[in-house]
């Protein structure tokens, strides 16, 4: 796992810019730096020693020196690959040398070809292009910036560009009201503007000054219902599988583990030396407990830590800086502390990322077995209920008949949605550039003969995994110089999940139901059968105490504030939420998040 920047430009004295951009992400690979430069390109290259510690430095040259790559990621098939490529003089034992290899005979198709979380830039020196590209579900991050003049920046993370004079910092605020609504960054815009991120399953060319996009990747939900009993067992082969090929490592990997089905799953398979987990002494938001419990049973080892809040409101600003844009998922913060606990005794680690999208897992997704009785209502009526419970508080059940009462593509946006549109247009002082209906109209159009569960499962693979889950894991561990894998988040493992009939997923019992069975075979106590927590954190709590309510009403007061919100709506939804009149904490949060960010960025330190 490395960290990777770069710039094409003609301006002259690159070193001391592109050395700089290099140390900003220091924290992505403190083993070794390396670089490249020319009259045309300059390459930064930050080094997390995983595969071929000694032969796997970068920038790396093929054998005439006409290519040159920088690497983030791991390729899982890489051994498989060298097989393909015996016309290449191998010199290294590592998977970067098979993307110099791969490009020599594949070309821009070379992506199609890799099994694994990558994103790479190549510069084809006799012709005077760059190549990059980016993993099929976005689990490495690359961003680019184009200038005025056409001078093309890059890097795994938008920080380093603040230290390129090429670079101008502005607030992009046109995307704040869809930030609100999914709670993180949904389109590929940034909160910078002009910053751009690659979309997963992309490729960038840039020659001659021109930009090329181009979509080498694309979901798919070839629906075949075969025999249950067959089916679980192709997901326990295909699962043994691909944690065989994420465990591929020169050093020692360990792996998160909770109380769920997900990262118990993977331990069980993996049985690691080490497992992490992080709670907090709120008996119902801790799950430390449950992951001892499964630890002495496959007699590996447990680490765990208690978060208190004081610890957790004096690291924010931390994560954010290091998320690079606003993200309010709380769990942020827990899985922040949890690579810090395992960056002090291994490099590499295991994480659960993507079983919920791909197998079915939200309890959202039961609906369309739960409630099909309301679907046998006609249209027009559920329509007429939907208008007329709009206009009331959004409670519990009232915001199942507003649900229920709309077509799919007019009302899910996914399964973490925070504020409405009409709650928006009361809040925020910058209007909708984009409506969130037409980011998500190129999904539903794809899917558009796909079941519901099919379109809520595309909608979040879209937006919540690629562009919030695997962002946050990447970051965070890469904040603790720590390489996080995701063995369900797998080429292999979607092409298995993505053929699930809708049974095999939801019934009204339960959820990711054939991925249960297929984990019981394996998991020695009951944490097949627990139900989703994700990382629960108790800030719906702790936003009633002194320390947290000072701290977030003094932000609700702040200049930017009172530039972007409705701050007497803010502080109004603030004191409903202390006197526990409404929940309103994950609202509160939200906007929250986006002020201690901005501090951070634009009126802090990194300014």
Request: with cysteine.
């Amino acid at each position: 796992m490395c960290g990777i920047a770069g710039f094409v430009s003609k301006i002259e004295n690159k070193e001391p810019i592109i050395k700089k951009m290099g140390e900003r992400i220091k924290h992505r690979g403190p083993d070794g730096e390396g670089y490249y430069i020319d009259s045309l390109v300059a390459f930064a290259h930050r080094r997390l020693s995983i595969i071929d510690i000694k032969g796997g430095a970068q920038p790396m040259k093929n054998s005439d020196e006409s290519l040159i790559v920088i690497f983030n990621g791991e390729i899982y098939n890489y051994q498989e690959l060298k097989k393909e490529l015996t016309d290449y003089p191998f010199k290294t034992n590592s998977d970067t040398e098979v993307l110099l290899a791969g490009y020599l005979k594949w070309k821009e198709d070379l992506p199609k070809h890799l099994r694994g979380m990558f994103a790479f830039a190549i510069w084809d020196k006799e012709n005077k292009s760059l190549f990059c590209a980016r993993d099929a579900f976005g689990i490495k991050p690359f961003y680019y910036y184009l200038t005025e003049n056409n001078d093309l920046l890059f890097a795994s993370e938008i920080k380093a560009f603040l230290d390129n004079p090429l670079f101008k910092k502005e607030l992009n605020d046109e995307i704040l009201p869809n930030y609100l609504s999914f709670s993180f960054t949904p389109t590929n815009e940034t909160f910078f503007k002009g910053v751009k991120r690659l979309d997963a399953g992309h490729t960038l060319i840039f020659k001659d000054n021109e930009l090329k996009i181009n979509k080498y990747y694309e979901l798919k939900f070839p629906i075949q219902k075969e025999d249950y009993e067959k089916t679980v067992s192709e997901i326990g082969k295909t699962m043994e599988d691909s944690v065989k090929h994420h465990m591929i490592s020169d050093v020692e990997v360990g792996s998160f583990l909770s109380s769920g089905i997900d990262s118990s799953y993977l331990v069980s398979l993996a049985k690691p030396s080490k497992t992490y987990t992080v709670g907090y002494d709120i008996k119902r938001y801790d799950e430390i407990s449950y992951a001892e419990d499964l630890a002495k049973r496959l007699k590996i080892k447990n680490i765990s830590k208690k978060i208190s809040q004081e610890e957790y409101m004096e690291i924010l600003p931390k994560i954010l800086y290091h998320m690079d844009e606003p993200a309010s998922d709380p769990a942020i913060v827990s899985l922040y502390f949890v690579a810090n606990l395992a960056s002090k005794d291994v490099k590499v680690v295991l994480s659960g990322e993507g079983a919920d999208e791909f197998f079915g897992g939200y309890n959202s997704y039961r609906e369309e077995v739960d409630f099909m009785w309301y679907n046998k209502i006609p249209y027009f009526i559920r329509n007429i209920i939907s208008r007329i419970c709009s206009l009331m508080p959004p409670i519990r059940g009232i915001n199942f008949l507003v649900r229920r009462g709309q077509k799919l593509e007019n009302s899910y946006i996914g399964v973490n949605k925070v504020y409405t549109d009409r709650e928006i247009k009361k809040l925020v002082k910058v209007p909708f550039s984009i409506t969130n209906k037409e980011l998500t109209r190129p999904i539903y159009e794809q899917f558009a003969n796909s079941s519901r569960l099919v379109k809520m499962q595309a909608i979040d693979i879209h937006f919540w995994l690629m562009k919030d889950i695997l962002q946050k894991a990447d970051r965070m561990t890469m904040a603790n110089s720590l390489e996080g894998r995701v063995p369900f988040t797998d080429i292999k493992v979607f092409e298995v999940a993505s053929k699930l009939p809708t049974e095999y997923k939801v019934t009204k019992e339960n959820t990711k139901v054939a991925l249960r069975d297929a984990a019981k075979k394996v998991i020695p106590n009951e944490s097949y059968k627990k139900k989703k927590l994700g990382f629960p954190v108790p800030i719906r709590d702790w936003m009633r105490e002194p320390l947290f309510y000072e701290d977030i009403k003094e932000a609700l007061n702040s200049e930017v504030a009172n530039k972007y919100f409705n701050t007497k709506l803010l502080l109004k939804m603030l004191d409903e939420h202390i006197n526990k009149k409404k929940d309103n904490y994950r609202k509160i949060w939200n906007v929250y998040c986006f002020i201690k960010w901005y501090q951070v960025f634009f009126e802090g330190d990194n300014a």
